[in-house]
């Protein structure tokens, strides 16, 4: 792994259905944060985790939860997904919290 | 509330200079950032300012005020692989980044 990754690519999903998205960094950053971007939109933070075992609500935290077990993963989980949660998923990290973040390839996630 | 405005779009002719601006509005200020975003990429850091005026990199130079919340992000010797969305993220004083929607920047030949 190099840098920041994040699975899948893409999905369909079918409104109801429980959908974990991944995402895992080999830079030993502390901090890491998911973020939605739709159009015409910025990037909306969900939630945002400073160091491993702590987590934060961002602007948008509503449907989502996310775990911090160590300092590589911060998986995203929709309980029960929604149409309004098609967007585009973006996971980044950090040194810490205020330093420049480096951002996943994303997640393009349509909920029908 | 707090708020980042940037045009929506801009265009500008290869081998040109263009400026696209940012202003902001929000609870504290602890840096400003520009990301750079290539269609169906992930955005990539290209500056931070904290203090007030001009920081230069390269081709880009960005620079702040902040009794204004003001900033702007000057590219020159524009190339064709300079398409691409330019986003500016300010840091409010919970420490989270607060995002323009971006502006779309299109080189012509």
């Known amino acids: 792994i190099a840098g920041i990754t994040q699975a899948p690519t893409s999905q369909i999903l079918a409104a109801g259905r429980r959908m974990t998205l991944r995402c895992t960094q080999d830079?030993?950053?502390?901090?890491m944060y998911w973020y939605r971007q739709d159009l015409g939109l910025g990037l909306r933070l969900i939630h945002y985790?400073?160091?491993?075992?702590?987590?934060g609500k961002g602007e948008v935290p509503d449907g989502y939860s996310v775990s911090r077990a160590n300092t590589d993963d911060f998986p995203l989980t929709l309980a029960s997904a929604v149409p309004s949660q098609t967007s585009v998923y973006f996971c980044?990290?950090?040194?810490?919290?205020?330093?420049?973040?480096?951002f996943g390839p994303g997640t393009r996630l349509t909920v029908l | 509330g707090q708020n980042i405005d940037q045009p929506t779009e801009m265009t500008a002719t290869e081998g040109a200079i263009v400026q696209i601006n940012c202003t902001y509005q929000?609870?504290?200020?602890?840096?400003l950032f520009w990301y750079q975003q290539h269609a169906g990429e992930a955005p990539t850091f290209l500056s931070y300012?904290?203090l007030d005026g001009l920081e230069e990199k390269g081709r880009f130079s960005s620079f702040l005020s902040r009794s204004k919340g003001y900033s702007y992000l000057l590219l020159k010797e524009l190339q064709m692989k300079d398409s691409a969305s330019y986003l500016c993220?300010?840091?409010?004083?919970?420490?989270?980044?607060?995002w323009g929607a971006g502006t779309k920047l299109i080189i012509k030949p």
């Open positions: 980044a990290s950090s040194v810490a919290g205020n330093n420049e973040q480096f």
């Open positions: 830079m030993r950053h502390n901090a």
């Open positions: 985790s400073n160091t491993a075992g702590t987590t």
């Open positions: 929000t609870s504290g200020f602890n840096g």
């Open positions: 300012n904290v």
């Open positions: 993220a300010v840091r409010d004083s919970n420490y989270q980044l607060i």
